[in-house]
C-alpha cells in the first residue's frame, strides 16, 4: 500500500468515527431531552410545564443569537491552525472567540431578559425573578455550545459529541435527569428547582469542558511539535 494510500484510509477511519460520534451524540442528546420532558410533563402542574417550555423556547432562541456564528468560527479556525501547527494562531483565535463571545452573550442575555419583561403577564406568566433566571440560563447555554464546538476545532468529537448541541448534550441531560428524579422522591418539585437543577448542570458541564478543552489543547501541541 502506497503512502498516498495509507492517508486516505486514515482519513477514511477518522471520517466514519467522527460521523459515529456525531450521529450517537445528537441523537442520544436528544432522546434524553425527549425522557426529560415526559417525565416533567407527569410531574409538574400543568401550568408550569407550560411556564417551562415557555422559557426553554425563549432561552434557546436568544442563546442562538448571542452564539452569533461564533461556534462555527471557533471550529474552522481551530482545526486549520492546528492541522498546519500553527499554535499561535491557535491562541490568537482562542482570546479572540472568547472576548467576542462574551460581549455577545451578555448582550443577548441582556436583551432576552429585556424583552421578557415586556410580554403581556396574560400572555407569559412568569414569576418576578424570571428575568435573572432567563439571563444567567441564555448565557450558559451560548457558553455550552462554543465549547462543544472548540472541542470540534481542536478534533475532539467524542467530548463534543457528549457535552454538544442545542438540547444541552446527553451528559448535562442525564445529570439534570438523575437530579430531578431524585429530588421529586423526597420533595415537590417546582419550576424553581428545575432551574436551580439545570444551572447546576450547564455550570458543572463547562467547567469540565474549560478544564478538558486545556487539556486537549496541550496535547495537540505537543504532538504539532513532534
Same mark, same amino acid.
Given at each position: 500500500m502506497?503512502?498516498?494510500?495509507?492517508?486516505?484510509?486514515i482519513l477514511l477511519c477518522?471520517?466514519?468515527?467522527?460521523?459515529?460520534?456525531t450521529a450517537?451524540?445528537r441523537?442520544?442528546?436528544?432522546g434524553?431531552?425527549?425522557?426529560?420532558h415526559?417525565f416533567?410533563?407527569r410531574t409538574?402542574?400543568?401550568s408550569?410545564?407550560?411556564m417551562?417550555?415557555?422559557?426553554?423556547s425563549?432561552?434557546?432562541?436568544?442563546?442562538?443569537?448571542?452564539?452569533?456564528?461564533?461556534s462555527?468560527? &471557533?471550529?474552522?479556525?481551530?482545526?486549520?491552525?492546528?492541522a498546519?501547527?500553527d499554535?499561535?494562531?491557535a491562541?490568537?483565535?482562542l482570546r479572540?472567540i472568547?472576548?467576542l463571545?462574551?460581549?455577545?452573550?451578555?448582550?443577548?442575555?441582556?436583551?432576552g &431578559?429585556?424583552?421578557l419583561?415586556?410580554v403581556p403577564?396574560a400572555w407569559f406568566?412568569?414569576p418576578?425573578t424570571?428575568?435573572?433566571?432567563?439571563a444567567v440560563w441564555? &448565557?450558559?447555554?451560548a457558553?455550552s455550545?462554543i465549547?462543544a464546538?472548540?472541542?470540534?476545532?481542536?478534533?475532539?468529537?467524542?467530548?463534543a459529541?457528549l457535552?454538544?448541541?442545542m438540547?444541552g448534550?446527553l451528559?448535562?441531560n442525564l445529570?439534570?435527569?438523575?437530579?430531578?428524579?431524585?429530588?421529586?422522591c423526597?420533595?415537590?418539585?417546582?419550576?424553581?428547582?428545575?432551574?436551580?437543577?439545570?444551572y447546576?448542570?450547564l455550570g458543572?458541564?463547562?467547567?469540565v469542558? &474549560?478544564?478538558?478543552?486545556d487539556?486537549?489543547r496541550?496535547?495537540?501541541?505537543?504532538?504539532?511539535?513532534c
Amino acid at each position: 500500500m502506497t503512502p498516498t494510500d495509507q492517508t486516505a484510509e486514515i482519513l477514511l477511519c477518522r471520517l466514519r468515527r467522527g460521523t459515529m460520534l456525531t450521529a450517537v451524540g445528537r441523537i442520544s442528546g436528544m432522546g434524553t431531552v425527549f425522557i426529560l420532558h415526559i417525565f416533567l410533563a407527569r410531574t409538574l402542574e400543568t401550568s408550569e410545564y407550560a411556564m417551562f417550555v415557555l422559557v426553554w423556547s425563549w432561552t434557546t432562541l436568544f442563546s442562538l443569537i448571542g452564539i452569533f456564528g461564533l461556534s462555527t468560527l &471557533a471550529c474552522r479556525y481551530l482545526a486549520e491552525s492546528f492541522a498546519k501547527g500553527d499554535l499561535r494562531r491557535a491562541r490568537q483565535t482562542l482570546r479572540q472567540i472568547t472576548s467576542l463571545s462574551a460581549a455577545s452573550i451578555v448582550a443577548s442575555a441582556l436583551l432576552g &431578559a429585556l424583552l421578557l419583561q415586556l410580554v403581556p403577564a396574560a400572555w407569559f406568566p412568569l414569576p418576578t425573578t424570571s428575568a435573572t433566571a432567563v439571563a444567567v440560563w441564555i &448565557a450558559l447555554l451560548a457558553v455550552s455550545q462554543i465549547q462543544a464546538e472548540m472541542f470540534r476545532g481542536i478534533h475532539h468529537l467524542f467530548a463534543a459529541s457528549l457535552f454538544g448541541g442545542m438540547s444541552g448534550g446527553l451528559v448535562s441531560n442525564l445529570a439534570v435527569l438523575v437530579m430531578l428524579a431524585t429530588w421529586s422522591c423526597f420533595w415537590p418539585l417546582s419550576v424553581k428547582t428545575l432551574i436551580w437543577v439545570i444551572y447546576l448542570a450547564l455550570g458543572f458541564k463547562c467547567v469540565v469542558r &474549560a478544564t478538558s478543552a486545556d487539556g486537549h489543547r496541550e496535547a495537540k501541541a505537543d504532538q504539532s511539535l513532534c
